[in-house]
């Protein structure tokens, strides 16, 4: 008898649990956060951790192709008389960024080509000329600093910078890099900052491309690399370095000095099989991506593991190799989910621990 009490208590216990949850994710989807209106309602309604825990993540949608820009329609008449019209598809998305007027960029690895999702305007296009004579080739990573983008281009061996016109201002790098991939600009000192993947170091140009300085060289202690791929720089100046062979994060001061290591090679929470992406939100969470775990680890300001989420799949929130990232003001997370050919898109819930 007793034992019939304790377990219809404990099932009314469970039920009052997920009922609270549910009123939760209710509440949380039912309000809006700054700039909502930027995607349309998902079919999926997806968070993370999944109830009865307290949900840190929600899914928001994803971008494929410039359609996903449209609303659905039923019946288009001009397409049935004309036929479809050419769209623009991501075949291979390496890096994303997004700029203050909420346009998306993503570089694509296999079209040399570079993305423009215009998510106020729901406009879409694309570039990849140089000039008359030259192309890009494989561009990776991606910086937006004062109407200009940086693209690095890995096999051209340089940074192309454009305007907000998607003309070709100049380039800079062909002397100095092996084999760039990631870039992120310091406002501070109007300084870009290139990981050299094949130097295993950070160089250091201004924002006209004179070359300044580098950081690094190959090793294992702090402040050494071993091919670190992708960067990030917050709101206070911090370095965040991939050091991915390594298996580690390396997090540097404005100068460049260590200040945090974390991670190791393993398959335990907190260790890295591939760490790329990396990118920080402002409660100084910091957002790992792992192409070959294929999920993302979320790290404290102390390289404390929080939590993780994804694996592979084609479904929200799961992925295949993915490999570049980016956090606006609002806290939402674009995430290139390169095989799946799609940018995910999600938004952090809560605040940070105290």
């Not at 890096?95 to 998306?104: E, F, G």
């Not at 799949?313 to 003001?329: E, H, Y």
């Amino acid at each position: 008898m007793n034992m019939r009490k304790h377990a219809t208590k404990d099932g009314i216990t469970r039920y009052i649990e997920i009922i609270s949850c549910c009123i939760v994710l209710l509440f949380l989807y039912g309000c809006k956060s700054p700039g909502d209106e930027l995607f349309f309602s998902p079919e999926n309604f997806r968070v993370w951790p999944e109830p009865p825990e307290q949900p840190r993540i929600r899914y928001l949608g994803d971008l494929s192709t410039q359609k996903d820009l449209e609303k659905p329609k039923a019946f288009d008449l001009a397409e049935l008389i004309f036929g479809a019209k050419k769209v623009g598809v991501l075949i291979s998305p390496y890096a994303v960024t997004i700029s203050s007027d909420y346009k998306l960029y993503a570089t694509d690895t296999s079209a040399g080509t570079v993305h423009i999702f215009d998510l106020r305007k729901r406009q879409y296009k694309q570039f990849d000329k140089i000039n008359s004579k030259e192309k890009l080739q494989k561009p990776v990573g991606i910086a937006i600093a004062d109407n200009w983008v940086y693209i690095v281009d890995s096999v051209l061996h340089k940074v192309c910078v454009f305007n907000n016109k998607e003309k070709c201002l100049f380039s800079f790098g062909e002397d100095q890099l092996k084999r760039p991939s990631g870039i992120a600009y310091q406002s501070d000192t109007k300084e870009v900052y290139i990981t050299d993947t094949a130097s295993h170091k950070i160089m250091v140009f201004t924002n006209t491309g004179r070359f300044v300085r580098e950081i690094g060289s190959r090793g294992i202690n702090a402040g050494q690399f071993n091919f670190p791929t992708q960067l990030w720089i917050d709101a206070n100046g911090k370095i965040y370095v991939s050091d991915t062979l390594n298996y580690r994060v390396q997090v540097l001061s404005e100068q460049g000095t260590p200040r945090l290591i974390f991670g190791q090679q393993g398959d335990r929470p907190g260790d890295f099989a591939h760490p790329c992406g990396i990118a920080s939100d402002s409660y100084d969470n910091i957002y790992v991506l792992d192409r070959q775990f294929e999920n993302i680890q979320i790290f404290n300001s102390r390289g404390q593991v929080l939590m993780a989420f994804g694996h592979e799949g084609t479904q929200p929130g799961q992925f295949w190799l993915p490999s570049g990232i980016c956090i606006d003001d609002h806290n939402r997370i674009y995430v290139a989910d390169s095989f799946n050919k799609r940018i995910q898109i999600f938004q952090l819930l809560e605040q940070k621990d105290q």
